[in-house]
């Protein structure tokens, strides 16, 4: 059973900083494109960051110079630091695992509520 659990989410200040964690299990985590997503209420899920696991990184325009997405392979974990965070980054985050072959695969965590807020 693949499962993927966050961790780190919290109630920040704006301009603060916050890490989260989300660990794998039950999959080769390197057959995974690791991706990070968020929503916020009343709005459509968007891509925050993606990595391959040759390290390959990509963002959305919205956190592009503020987030940093990484992983560790040997711990099966994806990691997402959030810098210079606005109330517009309130969003329930959410790990996702894409795993291309041998068939197109994707799985996701529960999510962790990130709350920017004074």
């Known amino acids: 059973q693949v499962q993927l659990v966050e961790s780190g989410g919290g109630l920040v200040q704006p301009g603060g900083s916050l890490g989260l964690s989300c660990v794998v299990s039950g999959i080769n985590f390197n057959d995974c494109v690791m991706n990070w997503h968020r929503q916020a209420p009343g709005e459509q899920r968007e891509m925050v960051a993606t990595m391959s696991s040759n390290g390959r990184s990509n963002y959305g325009d919205t956190v592009k110079g503020r987030f940093t997405i990484s992983r560790d392979n040997a711990k099966n974990t994806v990691y997402l630091q959030m810098n210079s965070l606005k109330p517009e980054d309130t969003a329930v985050y959410y790990c996702?695992?894409?795993?291309?072959?041998?068939?197109?695969?994707?799985?996701w965590g529960k999510g962790t509520l990130v709350t920017v807020s004074s």
């Open positions: 996702n695992c894409l795993r291309l072959l041998p068939t197109l695969m994707g799985y």
